[in-house]
């Protein structure tokens, strides 16, 4: 058995957004938010419902899964698979956007609801080695969460390290899946309640159509043509960071072997370095 990877977000669209198994998205959900008794979520409409998007539409399209409760609170999970600049302004305005198209203008605040916005994250972006953090609104002197309209719950997957062995919670279990259901061959046995069974059906290739497996694949070229594109600008600047490192050694009359020890250059790079 062959598993698409949930990292990939078209494949992380379908499989949480299914509107034939919210069960997934509910017990995903209660997992993040720890919710547990009276305060889990039972049943949620999904807004958006997985739909396959056209090839030429989908650098543009922004592939989250939204849904609501009965109380009426907005989630939106989404898979962000590259840091891109100002990618803490977008998560903002996003939710911020959500939060105030609930109503139109004139209309009473009150009926504003909780907006809820869960990031996976393929890469580190705060410090601290948890791989959940939970962001909200306190008062500083008391660190009472007083504004609760808006929350912001961040899953960066290197820092999730445990192998299958050590697998506990059912949070423990969904992160897990995320991360490495793209490597897998056979369901795990850790994979032992009814929604991740589900999550690991509708991560089965056997279940795609060849439409879907399609723009899955197209999706994840271009995940890695972005990511070819953001190492060749790391590595063209550093190179231009050790050229410029080299010319200030040249200059001050430090020889080659000492510059090519510090900078990383070969001696002929060096070598074309002094005569320019």
């Known amino acids: 058995m062959k598993f698409v990877d949930p990292k990939n977000d078209v494949a992380f669209k379908k499989i949480f957004g299914s509107e034939h198994k919210t069960e997934i998205l509910i017990s995903f959900l209660n997992a993040v938010l720890d919710l547990t008794g009276d305060r889990e979520i039972q049943t949620v409409q999904l807004l958006n419902p997985f739909q396959a998007p056209e090839i030429k539409m989908l650098k543009s399209t922004i592939l989250d899964v939204r849904a609501t409760d009965k109380r009426g609170v907005t989630f939106i999970v989404e898979m962000q698979i590259e840091n ?95 991360k490495h259901a793209g490597d897998l061959e056979v369901v795990p046995e850790s994979a032992d309640f009814e929604a991740i069974q589900a999550a690991y059906g509708e991560a089965s290739r056997f279940n795609w159509s060849r439409e879907d497996l399609e723009v899955y694949e197209y999706r994840g070229i271009k995940i890695q043509d972005a990511r070819g594109a953001i190492q060749l600008a790391v590595k063209k600047g550093e190179q231009k960071k050790a050229a410029e490192t080299a010319r200030r050694m040249l200059a001050r009359g430090y020889d080659v072997a000492e510059i090519a020890e510090i900078t990383g250059l070969s001696s002929a790079e060096i070598a074309t370095l002094a005569e320019g």
Request: charged residues 30%.
């Open 84 to 178: 891109t600049a100002a990618l803490e302004k977008r998560f903002t305005y996003y939710v911020s956007k959500a939060y105030v198209s609930q109503i139109e203008r004139g209309e009473d605040y009150p009926k504003l609801n909780q907006v809820i916005f869960i990031g996976v994250l393929d890469f580190a972006l705060f410090e601290g080695e948890d791989y959940l953090t939970r962001h909200l609104i306190l008062n500083t002197k008391t660190h009472e969460q007083e504004l609760k309209d808006l929350e912001f719950n961040f899953i960066e997957l290197p820092k999730f390290t445990k192998s299958e062995a050590e697998l506990e919670s059912d949070l423990e279990k969904w992160v897990y899946f995320i």
